[in-house]
C-alpha cells in the first residue's frame, strides 16, 4: 500500500533551461535542445527511482510549460497573435496565443518521453497531460465561439494521443485541471463530461489532478482570500467520486483543506497530497506520515497514494531531490504504522 509518485513536473536543470521560473527559456535549440531533454528526462528518471519513487514520470523536462507543452503540437492556433487574457478566473493576466481554425494535432506529443522511460525504467511509468477545462481557460478562442465545443474539440485530440500513450506502455494518464478548483458549477456541467471524451477507450488508469496551483505569487495571493477552510473540493468530489476517472490527485499538506472532504471520493483512488511545492522547506518522514495517517481515516489504506501537491518545476532542483526522498521515507514509515 501507499504507492508513491508526483502530481508531475520537476525542476529543469541550468543547462537545459533557465532555472527558477515556471516558463523558463531554453538554452539551446534544435538538435542540440532535443539531445538536452532527454538527458533531463534520464536524469530526473534516476533520481526518482534512486528516492524509492513507484510510479515515476518524465519530470515534464520536454515542456516549457504544462499547457503549452502541449499546444505547440496543435495546428488551427496563432501562437504570433498573442492577446492578454485573465486566466482562472482573473487570478492573473497572461498573453496567450489564440484558436483561430479546427483543431487539428499535428503528430504525436510525447511519444519520445514516453518511449524513453519505458525504455529505461521497469517500473510504472506516468504522462501528464493538461485537461480540456484547464486548456480553455488559458487560451482565447477565434474560432469555435463556445467554451464546451472548444473544449471537446481538444478533449479528441488529448483523447488520440492518449490512446498512442497506452500503446507506448504508459500505466497511468493524468489531466492536469487546476480549473477544477476555480469553475466548480462548470466541472457539474461540462468539465467531467469533457475529460470522460479525453478518457474514452482507454484501459490503463486514468488520474485528474486538482489542486490551488504552483506556488508562484499569484497563487499564494489568493490563497489567502480563501479563508481559514478551504471547501472547494466539496463542491466538485461528489460528481468526480460518480465519473469515470480511476483517481483524484488533490493538494494536502499545508493547506486548509478538511481532511475528511476525501471521504466524499469513495470508491476512488486518491493521490494525497503530502509534499508542499510552495516552500523550501524539506518535509520530515513524521510529517508525511501524520499527513498519510490523517487520510486514512477517510480513505482505505489500499486508494491511497502519496505525492505532491503539485507540479515541481520552479523549485530548487536540490531540495525538489530531498523531498522526492522525504515523501518515500514518510510513506515507509506510514506502512510500518498502519500495518
Known sequence: MFETTIAGSLPKPAWLAETGKLWPAWRTQ?????RAKR?????WL???????????????QSRQHFVHGFLEFVEGIDFEQKVKM??????????????????????RVHQ????????????????????PMTIVDTIADRHYGDKVKLALAFAELLNQEARALEKDGVDVIQFDEPAFNVYM????????????????????????????GYGIQAN??????????????????????KSKIDQVSLECIHSKVPVELLKLL??????????????????????????????????????????????????????????????????ALARKKLK
Not at 39 to 43: E, G, N, S
Not at 117 to 128: G, P, Y
Not at 185 to 203: E, N, T, Y
Not at 221 to 237: A, H, V
Open 266 to 331: 469513495k470508491g476512488k483512488d486518491v493521490l494525497i497530497g503530502v509534499i508542499d511545492v510552495a516552500s523550501d522547506k524539506v518535509e520530515t518522514p513524521q510529517e508525511v506520515s501524520k499527513v498519510i495517517q490523517s487520510a486514512s481515516r477517510y480513505v482505505p489504506a489500499r486508494h491511497l497514494f502519496p505525492c505532491t501537491n503539485c507540479g515541481m518545476a520552479p523549485m530548487d532542483r536540490e531540495i525538489a531531490r530531498r523531498k522526492l526522498e522525504a515523501l518515500v521515507a514518510g510513506a
Open 220 to 241: 499564494l495571493d489568493w490563497k489567502k482570500t480563501l479563508g481559514e477552510s478551504w471547501r472547494q473540493y466539496e463542491e466538485i468530489f461528489p460528481a468526480l467520486a
Open 112 to 131: 519520445a518521453e514516453a518511449r524513453l522511460l519505458r525504455a529505461h525504467s521497469k517500473k510504472k511509468i506516468k504522462i501528464t497531460m493538461p485537461g
Open 86 to 107: 485573465g486566466i482562472r478566473n482573473n487570478r492573473y493576466d497572461a498573453m496567450v496565443p489564440l484558436v483561430v481554425a479546427p483543431l487539428r494535432l499535428k503528430g
Open 46 to 60: 534516476k533520481e526518482q527511482e534512486d528516492a524509492g519513487l513507484d510510479i515515476v514520470t518524465d519530470g515534464e
Open 185 to 212: 458549477d462548470d466541472v457539474k456541467r461540462w468539465g467531467i463530461d469533457a475529460l470522460h471524451r479525453a478518457i474514452q477507450g482507454l484501459k490503463c488508469t486514468t488520474c485528474v489532478h486538482i489542486c490551488y
Open 30 to 34: 534544435g538538435s542540440e535542445l532535443e
Open 39 to 43: 538527458d533531463a528526462t534520464l536524469l
